[in-house]
């Protein structure tokens, strides 16, 4: 899923190319996409685009007259640009949804089969408050506010970086990597937290994000974001199982569940101690590895 970086990238790209311009048409390619009905899209033809913002993992369009479109591009939902004339083509089997400015035509699509990306109409603040999670943007943050959110409840590090109730725009991979640069465990209480590893932990996330947003800007060059990805050439942990950590060099662990996984370093980490995988350490029992000497044995 797009994150905080990406989401950022995208939202620079497209204000560059649309901001100041009408929508002239759009076509709904999928019937899924589309989420509401009152205020219709068809509202926003011929309104010029004011803004382009980001509001947690979604892109908000902000046309003339105080309507929006909100879209969340969900894990699968990627945007191409087609410059005027363009003769490249969009496979019909991922299209979504396309529009239509004077600068170029937007298209919003999405691999596979799962139809998750959302495009909403809404009128007003009003209408966006809805969207809004009440995560913390981190990047504006002090290290009080940040330590607050983080002991509100008392949960996994893992989850609470994750949670857009408590963090805005942070998801499975910038958190792998948040985590492994502030050396901690991704299963670490947020109630067990001392000062000291907030306030690591706090240097780690904002450095973290904005690295990763001024890496993605630099690749962009003043193009259109091409390859948007979770898994990025020159990441730590994410997505790097048995890979050699580019610090320690211990291999690359990981605890799967359910689509996703989390990556981390023992060494680093965890102390070499080997954090439970739900499923194999339930099918091996007595057998799972708890430490990287006994993994290595």
Known sequence: MPELPDVTVYVDALRERVVGQPLS?????SPFILRTVDPPLDAAVGRQVGSVERLGKRIVFGFDGDLSVVIHL???GRFRWLEPGSRKKVPARISLAR???????LVLTEAGTKRRAALHVVAGRAGLQQF???GLEVLDATTDQFAERLR???HTLKRSLTDPRLFSGIGNAYSDEILHRARLSPLMLTTRLSDEDIARLFDATRGT????TDRLANERSGGFPEHVTAFREGMAVHGRYGQPCPECGAPVQRIRYSDNETNYCARCQTGGRLLADRAMSRLL???WPRTLE???G
């Not at 529009?99 to 035509?105: I, K, Q, Y």
């Not at 994000?209 to 990763?212: D, T, Y």
């Open 209 to 212: 994000l904005v690295s990763w």
């Open 132 to 134: 809004d999670r009440g």
């Open 152 to 154: 509100r409840e008392n």
């Open 25 to 29: 048409a759009y076509a709904i390619l």
């Open 74 to 76: 969900m894990i699968a």
């Open 99 to 105: 529009f239509e400015f004077p600068t170029g035509a």
């Open 294 to 296: 006994e993994l290595e």
């Open 285 to 287: 029992k007595q057998d």
